[in-house]
């Protein structure tokens, strides 16, 4: 069925290419989201990796997932973005700093009050960590997906993802257990 | 005084697995906004009258295009030969023999041997037939030449010019090759004769354009009466205030 849609949109059908950005506009928004920190400027991203992807979908391999491609397009687009203004880091910390509070779904007053320090605390640790291990958390947590779409995006192997997200993890707890003892207290553990 | 840290519990690589993925999901994204109603905004007016398929074969070829005809435009030899195959404006001699019947009579000024080339290099008729390869003509109607020039173009170019008492001086240019000179007339030519060659008169005022290198050209505007022909491998060119039969006459006598 993709398949089609995508052959039919690579001949020119902005039907069947619209159809294919509603199955994938939320994760390629909420990929450029995380990257860029910003709404207005993921929507910006977002709008460009299917004009881009668009132009190129003549030469796509239809046997293989969209997903993934759209999404690495979505990333390269984003780093270049923050490349260009130099600004990459300084978004990809905005973006978990600040957003995650409007995030917490809370059952009370006290409890979203201590998940959102939870997640600030975790941000900040975090943001502690090499960028290629922040950007494997954020695809792998934040955005949910598989260990063979992270590949897929950041063109590595999916033992290479393994391997990166369990040495991010562990990188993360030190970080925590060293800087950040109170989020190691059991509030939520 | 604050509290010292606590020390943090040891938890083991799961729970802290799950818990990172677990605070991981609380993230809230904003709304996602219609993206794909406004990329469709942004690529329906390339679609429009154009599907990106013809585009994608519309466009090249249609750049290549572009440069060709650049390409032509800007290489004289190419440029001539081009407007030569298309019959814009180019005259060149071919292989038909209609003959004309009449000459139209036309008031015209004699165009000096001076603006017709402005080249100062005069020869002597024995340093021209030590220059070139081809015979360099007897006309006997008209004696020796006045004077001769010489031009090495990519083909050497001689002018013989003969002066007149009553008219403006006559010249014959002897071009070494048969397709080396183009002219571009407004009017029509005839087409017509010399010793059975085909040959072209033009009666009203052209443009005479050489090209001594394959990177120039020179262009004359010629307000006269021209005979061109060519017979072996030579371009005649007559000019002068002639008639057709008068020109064909002296053509036709060049030995």
Redesign the interface.
Known sequence: MTGELITRA???D?DA??QI??LH??A???LA?VLLGD?QDA?DV??DT??RA??QL?RFDTTRPLRPWLLQITRNLARNRQRATGRYLAALQRA?ML??R????AASAETEHV?RG??QM?WEAIQQLPTPDQEV?YLR??L?LSTQETADILEIKPGTVKSRLSRA?DR??GI??DDF??L???R?? | MSKPPTPPPEVNDDTWTRYVHDMSQRFEFPPTPDIAGAVRDRIEPENRGFRPLVMRVVQPVAILLLVMILIVLLVPDLRARAFDWLHIGAIRIVNESPVATHTPELEFDVTPIGSILDWEYEITLADARDRVDFPIPDVPELGEPDAMFFYQLEEPMVILVWETTTQAPISLHLIGSANRAFKYSAEDEIRTEVNGHPALWLSSPHLYEIMPQTDSVIQRFVNGRVLIWEADGITYRLEGDLTLAAARQLAESIE
């Open positions: 690579a001949q020119g902005a290419y619209e950005m509603h506009q939320e390629v928004f909420r989201y709404a929507q977002a709008q299917f004009i668009y132009h003549h978990f957003k995650p409007a995030a917490l779904i998940q939870d997640v975790l958390i947590y934040l949910d993890l993360l707890r925590v257990q003892p109170l190691m207290e059991g939520t553990l």
